[in-house]
């Protein structure tokens, strides 16, 4: 069933990120020996998968409608607020952390609106805080997962539609419900899956020891316990949460058959746009006000410290920008080979093999790293590695997210010319070139867009292989945060911020211009 | 993957042969040789002595540290460590990895008597609650007055962080039995727990608590560095718990007489002149110049509070029960 190399080379890159995936643990648990679960194994466990479950699905609420106010609007800027408005996916834990309290907190502009109007004052910490940060945090992924799939649907769907005289009920019954039930599981479960592994945004907010996470109890075996077996047993259960929820979520959608349109972008016919003209809107500037306002302070606190910033900062910014790109360049391609070979299996087998594609979302960084020094310390120093691991890991954390935007892509193309491809007899490596690349120029760019992003955002210091001296920005932020230089690191997130987004709109708007040609 | 070794075998090969001068390994925490820690002046000023390399290997913090000497055990390329505190040296100790210190090193100048066979105290701090003086006119002086008042506190956790294990310590060795009713007195004043350090000082400096846990010598940094004398630490009567930051060669160095060189230049004048303003602690012998100006402006608690090694071992297990126990209702 396997034939040509792109299948081949994803099924052997699927299975080299499953190795590794598993190895991690698998080394740890070896080396020292797992330990039983116990009693508070298991209420980490259970903490961990409520707040994260209750995350997906507030985020997923929010992220529909939003989603689809977005793809129904027409108005000046729409593109460049539709950009902006992922920044929050690139911040850094804690620097979130203090966006939101600058807009939430004691002193923020909420509480002060409260108080004026006599209110009690708005507690952020708990659960509910919680959960509000990660809708902070992922609503935007969530929204441009969900986008790209209204943006998928061929635009003479639509027109027919209008030409039938369909009403808003017939639109959501045979063209939204069906595009939804192939995109929404894979967004719930992206969000879940990052919300899994939260660890700083989970404890800082969730105010205590409560709000124990499978990772801070990674945390307390490692260094208050001095016990790797019990690290790797937890890394497990976290690795076996993945793999459930991941095989429940997808097999919870069909894709969907909308077969193939002429590639234009999709415009929505007057008699459509009409729906939601009032709702839209209003949506659109809460969901505005709700994600740029903690931006806008992170911009105001950032800026007076941006000009005086140390020179190592920049160098660390130079750094990770380069790995950003080395990243956005790798994993889309891999991502791509391995969504070649997931659409040639079966749909059960597809489930199973995707569910395991995403596992390295949840791999704890203190797992990963402790693995990788165990087996690589041998032939280098941590230290000379510190950069390829990072761009390593990258890669690996990334690739789900990849996988899961490119993965409707490839089917669709796979769907919709597939059978023409075959009988027209094309050999694979001009299939790969002529048939998927061009149909899947848009989330490709996507893809490359926001892989390159995480990368850029994520702490990037996986343990054990940090090297001050060669400092990504985001570990040279929180070495900032650490000595007291407050000013500084507001200015590094600042930067962080910017770049990321440029790195982002630089390669998505690459794909958008590819899919034109 | 087999390009990561190949990477690996390459840089080692042409760090050899660059360099014929013995390299002396030193382990220690993160922020220790960051730009403006105190490693890039301590390197330069042992190096234009030595006639040797010394080259920093960094882990994130003293527990990170301890871990990974454990996983490397006796295979390990350190031939000193800086940057484990006493709360760590039981554990460390057990390894059996360390060295005799050498002989003859002056005595350090601590709030306490010390003597250690193998561990060589660089520096020291006591733990505090820092709050800005601006914005919290009265501060309680007791840990029962803190629980008794309606102040808002933010505290590490003491499973991920080094100064949150202080606080736990702390609170223990200053009430014994007493411990856990004065984490139930106190749980209504934590706003929250963090994760690290950085993260609750940080959550102190944007105003969403009156006070945090750090050090006396905090203030100093916002004194001297920005000029803000708006910060400083409240003094507990039952007294402060120690923190003191120390030093060892490792058994198995191939370098024994330079390592033990390296502690001597550690605790000379010369690198501890630099400790204050770039560790912001206090030095383990005040330097022949005295301590920077601003450092007399700081609290200097009345009573010092100081747990042994092994104490500190044998108490935080049941002492982070009873805080779990406290916090989590």
């Known amino acids: ?517 | 993957m087999k390009i990561l070794p190949m990477i690996a075998g390459l840089l080692a090969a042409t760090a050899a042969v660059a360099d014929d001068h013995p390299v002396l390994t030193v382990y220690t925490y993160d922020s220790f040789v960051a730009e403006w820690g105190p490693g890039p002046a301590i390197e330069a000023g042992f190096e234009a002595a030595c006639g040797c390399d010394l080259a920093f290997v960094t882990a994130g913090d003293g527990a990170a540290l301890l871990s990974r000497l454990k996983l490397e055990g006796t295979g390990t390329g350190a031939d000193v460590v800086v940057g484990l505190d006493q709360n760590l040296i039981a554990e460390a100790r057990d390894t059996g990895l360390f060295a005799t210190l050498p002989e003859g090193l002056p005595s350090p100048e601590l709030p306490v008597a010390w003597s250690d066979p193998e561990f060589v105290p660089f520096d020291w701090g006591w733990f505090a609650f820092v709050y800005d003086r601006t914005k919290t006119p009265d501060v309680p002086g007791t840990f029962e007055a803190l629980a008794a008042s309606d102040l808002r506190i933010v505290i590490q956790d003491p499973r991920s962080s080094t100064p949150g294990l202080g606080l736990l310590l702390w609170v223990k060795a200053a009430y014994g039995d007493g411990a856990k009713s004065i984490w139930e007195g106190l749980a209504d004043n934590i706003v929250t727990v963090t994760p690290g350090w950085s993260e609750a000082y940080g959550l102190f400096l944007e105003g969403e608590a009156d006070m945090v846990l750090s050090y006396t010598t905090s203030p100093a940094y916002h004194l001297i560095a920005e000029g803000d004398d708006s910060k400083a630490a409240a003094p507990f009567s039952e007294g402060h718990l120690l923190q003191v930051e120390v030093a060892a060669t490792l058994a198995g160095s191939d370098q024994p007489e330079l390592a033990g060189a390296f502690l001597r230049y550690l605790i000379s004048d010369a690198a501890q002149a630099g400790i204050p303003e770039t560790n912001w602690m206090y030095p383990a012998r005040v330097p022949a110049g005295g301590l920077p100006e601003g450092f007399d402006t700081l609290v200097r608690p009345e009573k010092t509070l100081v747990l042994t090694p092994e104490e500190a071992r044998a108490q935080r297990g049941p002492a982070l029960a009873e805080w779990l126990e406290a916090l989590v209702r």
Not at chain 1, 187 to 200: D, E, K, M, R
Not at chain 1, 422 to 439: E, I, K, N, W, Y
Request: hydrophobic residues 55%; contains cysteine.
């Open chain 1, 1 to 517: 069933v396997i034939r040509g190399w792109p299948a081949v080379a994803g099924a052997l890159g699927l299975t080299l990120v499953v190795t590794v995936t598993l190895a991690a643990p698998t080394v740890l648990g070896t080396a020292v020996g797992l330990s039983a679960p116990d009693e508070p194994m298991l209420s980490a466990v259970r903490f961990t998968a409520v707040q994260a479950a209750l995350s997906a699905l507030v985020t997923c609420a929010f992220a529909v409608p939003l989603s689809r106010a977005l793809f129904r609007s027409r108005f000046p800027g729409r593109e460049a607020l539709i950009l902006c408005l992922g920044a929050p996916f690139l911040l850094p834990a804690i620097v979130a952390v203090l966006a939101i309290l600058a807009v939430f907190g004691r002193s923020g502009p909420v509480n002060t609106a409260m108080a004026m109007a006599g209110l009690q004052e708005v507690q952020i910490w708990g659960l509910d805080g919680v959960v509000l940060a990660h809708v902070f945090l992922n609503l935007p992924l969530a929204t441009r997962m969900l986008l790209d799939g209204w943006a998928a649907i061929p635009c003479e769907r639509f027109r027919t539609a209008a030409a039938l005289g369909f009403g808003p009920g017939d639109v959501a019954r045979l063209i939204e419900r069906p595009m939804l039930r192939d995109r929404l599981p894979g967004a719930v479960l992206a969000v879940f899956l990052i919300c899994l592994t939260s660890f700083a945004v989970a404890l800082t907010i969730g105010g205590g020891p409560r709000a124990t996470t499978v990772e801070l109890a990674i945390y307390q075996a490692f260094r208050f316990e001095f016990d790797p077996g019990r690290a790797a047993t937890l890394s497990l259960l976290q690795t076996a949460l993945c793999l459930a929820a991941g095989i429940a979520v997808l097999s919870l959608g069909a894709p969907v058959g909308f077969g193939a349109g002429k590639g234009r972008h999709a415009q929505l016919p007057d008699g459509l746009r009409r729906v939601g003209r009032l709702s839209d809107p209003i949506l659109i500037v809460f969901a505005t006000l709700f994600l740029a306002g903690p931006i806008l302070a992170l911009l105001a606190a950032g800026l007076p410290g941006l000009v005086s910033l140390p020179a190592a900062v920049w160098e660390a910014a130079a750094r990770s920008a380069t790995i950003a790109v080395l990243v956005a360049v790798i994993c889309p391609t891999l991502a791509l080979l391995i969504a070649v070979f997931l659409v040639r299996l079966p749909q059960r087998g597809a489930h199973l093999a995707e569910a395991l594609a995403l596992m390295p979302i949840v791999i704890s960084p203190l797992v990963l790293g402790t693995a990788a020094f165990l087996v690589l310390r041998t032939h280098a120093t941590p230290q000379a590695l510190a950069l390829p691991v990072t761009l390593g890991a990258n890669t690996l954390l990334s690739l789900p997210f990849a996988l899961r935007i490119l993965l409707p892509a490839v089917r669709a193309s796979e769907a919709g010319f597939g059978r023409l491809a075959d009988s027209l007899g094309l050999c694979a490596g001009t299939r790969l070139l002529r048939l998927t690349l061009p149909q899947t120029a848009r989330p490709l760019g996507f893809a490359a867009g926001l892989t390159a992003a995480f990368s850029m955002g994520d702490l990037g210091a996986i343990a054990l292989f940090a090297d001050p001296t060669a400092a990504t920005l985001p570990y040279q932020l929180s070495l900032l945060m650490g000595s007291y230089r407050m000013d500084d690191a507001h200015g590094a997130a600042l930067l962080l911020v910017v770049l990321g987004l440029a790195l982002f709109a630089v390669l998505e708007r690459g794909g958008n211009a590819l899919a034109r040609t």
